[in-house]
């Protein structure tokens, strides 16, 4: 999945040519790169590699500049993962990895993984009894605020994050920016018309405020363009209208700070199995 084939395939000459007695494995890892096609899922940097590899993802290759030196960050960041680390990172010189990437991580790691299947996450999606809210963008522009949402989904165990119009969720940005936790929850892009069932909670600054009502689990939690707040399409079919706290004269939160509230307030007054709670609670 280089950028430019002539570059993968100048990327792999280098790695054979670096060193005789280890060319082979790195040409062939990044052969396998090469090779692996448009739809792959870059995961950029180690910690993005650590997350895909906890919640399930099935990456293709994985490549550094210096395993030794990644092993001992493992070690100390992911120990658990240490053994698995240990048999599919392949090592490759530093300029290979500047030749199969646009900017190359500081901790000079990445891999290529499948992306999910989207029947198998349309299932979770609609899937009953939901015991945890699935979080819908309207519209989202900036795909670091997406990767940030992704981000809060899967550390509140939300059901899926879900979003509207032309951006893709899983577009490299965006899973930078989630830091590869786009493998933890359902991320989909879906027509309006196409949302799961479920109450349908708008987060809107004119809406009653959110600490009188709770978010039931099974809802489905909407939240609006970064320009243009949610559409009138989505507003005219909702269940509620919500609103966090803010003092006057300030207009409206950011998309993601928005979302970590509004999830905060679930996990706070809801009583599901899925919310995560401290060990030993
Ligand atoms: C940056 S805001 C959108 C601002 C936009 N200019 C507008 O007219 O709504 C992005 C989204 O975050 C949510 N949001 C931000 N502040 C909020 C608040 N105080 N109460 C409820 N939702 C809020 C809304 O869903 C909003 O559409």
Redesign the pocket.
């Given at each position: 999945m280089s950028d430019d084939p002539g570059r993968a395939a100048a990327a792999a000459a280098a790695a054979a040519a670096a060193d005789p007695t280890e060319a082979t494995d790195a040409a062939r890892a990044v052969r396998r790169w090469n090779d692996a096609g448009p739809d792959a899922v870059l995961l950029d940097g180690f910690h993005a590699l650590k997350h895909a590899l906890r919640f399930g993802a099935d990456v293709r290759v994985a490549l550094c500049a210096d395993k030794a030196g990644t092993l001992r960050l493992a070690a100390d960041l992911a120990p658990d993962l240490v053994e698995r680390l240990t048999e599919r990172l392949t090592e490759v010189p530093a300029g290979v990895l500047r030749d199969l990437l646009a900017r190359v991580h500081p901790t000079a790691v990445a891999a290529l993984a499948a992306r999910p299947s989207r029947e198998a996450h349309l299932a979770a999606l609609s899937a009953r009894p939901r015991r945890a809210p699935v979080v819908v963008l309207d519209n989202p522009r900036n795909l670091g605020n997406v990767g940030a949402v992704v981000r809060l989904a899967a550390g509140f165990a939300a059901t899926g994050v879900v979003t509207t119009g032309d951006v893709d969720p899983w577009h490299p940005n965006a899973v930078r920016a989630g830091a590869g936790l786009h493998y933890a929850t359902a991320v989909e892009r879906l027509d309006p018309d196409a949302l799961p069932d479920g109450p349908l909670y708008v987060?809107?600054?004119e809406?009653h405020d959110i600490r009188s009502t709770a978010l039931p689990d099974d809802a489905l939690v909407v939240?609006?363009?970064?320009?243009?707040?949610?559409s009138d399409a989505l507003r005219g079919r909702a269940d509620a209208l919500?609103?966090?706290p803010?003092r006057d004269q300030v207009?409206?939160?950011?998309?993601a700070t928005?979302v970590g509230m509004a999830l905060f307030h679930w996990s706070a007054t809801s009583a599901s199995p899925r919310v995560p709670r401290p060990a030993g609670h």
């Open positions: 987060l809107d600054p809406g939240f609006g363009s970064e320009r243009h707040g949610v919500v609103a966090l803010m207009s409206s939160y950011n998309l928005s």
